[in-house]
């Protein structure tokens, strides 16, 4: 839980308190194998010593979202998933099954593309999401 305990240390050197539904969020986003929804984390910190209502998890997300700790990764259906903030990274979504992958894709190709937009078409590109749709192994 390496990366809970940094995000902890660094609130609280920020000046924030170290909260039992702060620190149960972090843990469960960061053993998580894929981002999660609300009602899956919620799902996750009930079976657990604690149990927090929704509001408080609302609550923290939006937090630590905007803290830069969790990012949100919204699909096609229009559900927002959780999962602690990293290198930038792009995503394998099987719409069968509905499970989320990490995957790699060489960034020098988008850092030209950016540069590409921001000269043809006059648009400063901040952020950009890539997600793949399609059939994981076990559901082809």
């Known amino acids: 839980m390496e990366t809970t305990k940094r995000i902890l240390d660094e609130l ?6 170290r ?12 053993t998580a194998q894929s981002p999660l929804s609300v009602p899956d984390i919620e799902r996750r910190l009930a ?7 929704k509001t408080t998890v ?35 979504v099987c719409v ?8 790699a894709v060489k960034e020098e190709s988008w850092e030209c593309e950016e ?4 000269k043809k078409e006059g648009f400063r590109v901040l952020d950009h999401s890539l997600e793949f749709f399609g059939l994981c192994g076990s559901c082809q």
């Open 12 to 17: 609280k050197t920020n000046g924030f308190r």
């Open 19 to 30: 909260s039992a539904a702060r620190e149960a969020l972090l843990r469960t986003l960061e």
């Open 47 to 53: 079976s657990g010593p604690r149990s927090f209502n």
């Open 58 to 92: 609302y609550r923290e997300i939006e937090f630590l979202k905007t803290a830069g700790y969790v990012s949100e990764l919204t699909l096609r259906n229009d559900v927002a998933l959780y999962e602690l903030a990293g290198p930038h990274h792009h995503h394998l």
């Open 96 to 103: 069968d099954c509905g499970t989320v992958r990490d995957v």
């Open 115 to 118: 540069r590409r937009i921001e």
